[in-house]
């Protein structure tokens, strides 16, 4: 059974920067694709970022784009979201989240294994 584990999320203020890890169990864990999601309170999840796990090909948001960076680690079976000139409408619960098959990577309904999620808050 896949497990992911986020951590990193914390308390920032705008204009600040924080990194989110998301580490997968298994020594055999070979994804297709693996994205983040978030979810802020009254509102849907919405997509992040994504990467291809092979390729490193990425995918943003257009409300992220210029500001984070998806990346990942085979080795480690990690995936990182780095994020800078963080903003208060960032604030949100980020889950990160694995796929098996190509599809469409902005739609969470595509991946099937999903991580508990680590609160980012930003402040004004």
């Known amino acids: 059974q896949v497990q992911l584990v986020e951590s990193g999320g914390g308390l920032v203020q705008a204009g600040g920067s924080l990194r989110l890890s998301c580490a997968a169990s298994g020594r055999t864990f070979n994804p297709y694709g693996m994205g983040w999601f978030r979810q802020a309170p009254g509102k849907e999840r919405e997509f992040v970022a994504a990467?291809?796990?092979?390729?490193?090909?990425?995918a943003y948001a257009d409300s992220v784009k210029g500001r984070f960076t998806i990346s990942r680690d085979r080795a480690k079976n990690t995936l990182y979201l780095q994020m800078n000139s963080l903003k208060p409408e960032d604030t949100a619960v980020y889950y990160c989240a694995a796929r098996f098959y190509t599809g469409t990577y902005s739609e969470s309904n595509e991946y099937k294994y999903w991580g508990q999620g680590t609160q980012v808050t930003v402040s004004s």
């Open positions: 990467v291809i796990w092979s390729g490193g090909s990425t």
